[in-house]
């Protein structure tokens, strides 16, 4: 299947009530791994490539390797640029067929986000391609995490009809409790203020910093306007182990054959956020 644009993932994930999950993807390895768990589940998948990935493949590589694997992929497969920092990075993910595309200036001031985000709908738009924004800043609860900042301000209201009028973008991500990275305290989300902005906006709303939620939390999330959850910190944990566990064992088969395992560890994670979103069955 050729890849879709995300707000064909979305709209009947908002309507249906689920949510779908979106993956930090860093190589034809991860890409191909998430592909096979989604196919085996049917369910649809969005797959998050950053600019800290672009030293393992660039974005022009990186979408020929996954249009490559989602050829045979029977699923609706959507790849964001998770995160851009910059127009430049956008300009590059657009040229290479992304059908998503999130510029993160939340932590910059409101103008300047809507300003820069309304150039990228501008851009975008034209192509098919999805836009998420953000409003109220998601910031990192570890420190090996390379999203956020320290500090989190959370999403008002009042900003975000403002932010989505101004824009229009098609996706909010959205700051209630949620943060980047590994949480050392379980994340008190603000479910109040979500049910306030999902009457009052009525987009899909996206929930970074998914990894680590408790499934009854992520849960309540989803049937208050959450209809895309990010997930990293455990794939990239999953990895990060499996691959020092062998090495520190004094694995000394041939390097690929580590790398084949860890890869291998992605699968039972992606699996359960397939089940946790509720997105498993939906393709």
Do not use: Q
């Not at 995160?83 to 300047?112: I, K, N, Q, W």
Request: aromatic share 6%; with cysteine.
């Amino acid at each position: 299947m050729s890849l879709v644009p995300m707000s064909e993932l979305l709209a009947p994930a908002l309507e249906g009530g689920y949510a779908v999950p979106a993956f930090a993807a860093w190589d034809g390895g991860a890409v191909r791994a998430i592909l096979g768990v989604a196919t085996e589940l049917h369910a649809p998948v969005i797959l998050m490539h950053a600019g800290v990935d672009w030293g393992v493949l660039p974005p022009a590589e990186f979408a020929k390797v996954v249009r490559v694997l989602a050829e045979d992929c029977p699923v609706p497969v959507s790849v964001i640029l998770d995160h851009g920092g910059s127009m430049e990075e956008v300009r590059a993910c657009l040229a290479a067929g992304f059908t998503g595309v999130m510029l993160d200036y939340s932590a910059r001031p409101f103008e300047e986000n809507a300003a820069a985000l309304r150039e990228v709908v501008a851009l975008a738009r034209p192509l098919g391609v999805t836009v998420e924004g953000g409003i109220g800043h998601v910031g990192r609860v570890d420190d090996s995490t390379t999203e956020g900042e320290k500090v989190s301000t959370l999403t008002t209201v009042e900003d975000a009809v403002a932010y989505v009028e101004a824009t229009g973008v098609e996706a909010l991500a959205v700051s209630i409790g949620n943060g980047h990275g590994r949480y050392t305290v379980l994340p008190r989300l603000e479910f109040d203020r979500l049910a306030e902005l999902h009457e009052a906006i009525g987009l899909p709303l996206v929930l970074h910093g998914g990894s680590g939620t408790p499934e009854a939390d992520l849960r309540r999330a989803i049937s208050l306007g959450i209809a895309k959850v990010n997930v990293a910190t455990e794939l990239v944990t999953a990895f990060r182990e499996t691959l020092s566990a062998l090495w520190e064992a004094g694995d000394k088969r041939w390097l690929t054959i580590g790398l084949g395992e860890a890869t291998a560890s992605l699968r039972p994670v992606a699996e359960r956020w397939f089940h946790h979103t509720g997105a498993a069955g939906k393709a």
